[in-house]
């Protein structure tokens, strides 16, 4: 249960003093942290593509209704609070990642977005985690046209993100 979980906006993390975590501070000092977020989707019908967009540091996994949607830095297989990442962030967990999953892994009503993510080494002074996700709708369903629709959220990407496969 997540019922007694810190709850807060995101960029989420910690990092040594003035060096630029704007965000809720997760306690440092630990191997995982884990995270996650309901959202509701009105008609999955209506989505033709579904895109993550994240910044983090470490590695991590992520999934939306316990279906892996994206893994970066982290070994194959089962994951444990223990599990370390393969490495850092080059950029530290400032530039956004994307991914784009089908939207098969959407229900209609409320949906779970799940991310964990590892540092690679033992008393990590920096951890950052920011995600967004983005749909897209069909003509029919949406007004006007088939415009990306937020439906997750923390704030926009300001350039466009860097594409990272799978």
């Known amino acids: 249960s997540d019922a007694y979980w810190a709850q807060g906006q995101a960029v989420l993390g910690f990092s040594p003093l003035g060096t630029g975590i704007d965000s809720m501070v997760v306690t440092a000092g630990l191997s995982a942290y884990y995270f996650r977020k309901t959202f509701e989707i009105p008609r999955t019908a209506c ?4 895109q993550l967009f994240i910044k983090h540091t470490g590695g991590i996994v992520c999934y939306v209704n316990g279906e892996q949607i994206y893994s970066n830095r982290m070994p194959p297989g089962y994951m444990k609070y223990v599990t ?3 490495g850092d962030s ?16 959407l229900y209609d009503g409320s949906n779970l977005l799940a ?3 590892h540092e690679s080494r033992d008393l990590t002074r920096t951890m950052r985690f920011d995600a967004m996700l983005v ?3 069909t003509a029919a369903c949406a007004d006007g046209g088939p415009a990306p629709r937020p439906i997750l959220h923390h704030k926009p990407p300001p350039a466009p993100p860097t594409i990272v496969g799978p």
């Open 135 to 137: 749909t897209t709708q």
């Open 115 to 117: 991310c964990e993510l």
């Open 84 to 86: 370390k990442a393969l």
């Open 47 to 50: 989505i033709l593509e579904v």
């Open 90 to 105: 080059p950029d530290d967990g400032r530039v956004w990642q994307q991914a784009t999953f089908p939207p098969h892994t």
